[in-house]
């Protein structure tokens, strides 16, 4: 079974805070990704990354950052966190299925920024 | 933009009626895959499809692809409460993955 972990299942911060989300997986997926979701606007895509050292953004790239020192680990970063950035946030990998990727989601981390 | 829309946002019905979501992009897709998320929990992948025209089947879960590959459909028969939760769809195209806005569906007993 695919497993993706991220680090804390709930999270507070203050506005202006540096934060560090951590998603791990253990499948040697090439891909990860990162989401935020908010209500009535499904997934949006922040960050993704093919590779090691490698980051694309994503649909909503502002304010955040991406590390993926290792394969089995892709880092989101938030240099200067802001209220507008309280949601969750869902870490996801996958591998080519031909035709498309399934995606593997972690079970999220729910952020406050206050 | 959003480049795969879905249809409805909130879905409310008895137990034992009929669901369905409907998800639509504005250009051809190379594949379309639904999720379901149970409430505070995370999405989780049902079903890939990939050919123009595919109908696949899951118990009650029923998955359609249309014909010009822009549209999909999930129908759920006779709904359980153990289906509430939402359903994402998301659209492939050009090694990408475009997620719907997702269908909320509760089910009253």
């Known amino acids: 079974d695919v497993k993706v972990t991220q680090s804390s299942r709930y999270l507070v911060k203050r506005t202006g805070e540096k934060v560090f989300l951590e998603c791990v997986q253990d499948m040697d997926h090439e891909n990860m990704f990162w989401y935020r979701q908010d209500p009535g606007l499904g997934l949006r895509l922040i960050y993704f990354s093919y590779d090691v050292k490698m980051k694309e953004k994503g649909d909503i790239p502002e304010g955040y950052s991406v590390s993926r020192e290792k394969k089995e680990r892709f880092s989101l970063i938030l240099e200067s966190a802001s209220t507008n950035q309280t949601s969750m946030y869902l870490c996801?990998?996958?591998?080519?299925?031909?035709?498309?990727?399934?995606?593997?989601f972690g079970p999220g981390t729910r952020l406050l920024v206050l | 933009g959003q480049q795969v829309m879905q249809i409805p946002q909130y879905q409310h019905v008895q137990e034992g009626e009929d669901f369905t979501t409907y998800c639509n992009s504005s250009?051809?897709?190379?594949?379309i895959q639904w999720y379901k998320q149970r409430p505070g929990g995370h999405p989780v992948f049902l079903i890939q499809l990939v050919k123009s025209g595919e109908v696949k089947k899951q118990k009650r879960l029923t998955f359609q692809f249309g014909e010009a590959k822009k549209n999909s459909s999930l129908h759920i028969t006779a709904t359980q409460t153990t289906d509430v939760g939402t359903y994402f769809c998301?659209?492939?195209?050009?090694?990408?993955?475009?997620f719907g806005t997702g269908t909320r569906l509760t089910v009253i007993p």
């Open positions: 998301a659209g492939g195209r050009a090694n990408n993955l475009f």
């Open positions: 996801a990998s996958s591998f080519p299925t031909g035709g498309g990727e399934t995606q593997y």
């Open positions: 250009t051809t897709l190379s594949n």
